[in-house]
């Protein structure tokens, strides 16, 4: 299983990425060994995670959430539907949210 995340930092911006194993890579980020831009931009949360069955599937959803503008990701953020902003562009059915607050 791949992921696609987005977390939020202490300036209010929002950081998405990618990765096989989301556990250590929330500790790499919150630990300034992560992301270039989270060194420099500090983690304060996980806010949202989709599962994808394979590597491509998750670089493609991330490449289009970083294209999206900040309220579009506030509004994924907040429940709104990735076919909402995304579709045509990514078969959506080939994600699914992930309950990050029981985690």
Known sequence: MYYTYMIRCEDNSIYTGMTSNLDKRINEHLSKNGAKYTKSHKVI?????????????????????????????????????????????????????IDIKNK
């Open 45 to 97: 949360c996980l806010e949202k995670v989709w599962r994808s069955k394979d590597k491509s599937l998750a670089c493609k959803l991330e490449y289009q959430i970083k294209n999206l503008n900040k309220k579009q990701k506030e509004n994924l953020i907040s429940g709104e539907k990735l076919v909402t902003y995304l579709k045509g562009k990514i078969d959506c059915r080939k994600y699914r949210v």
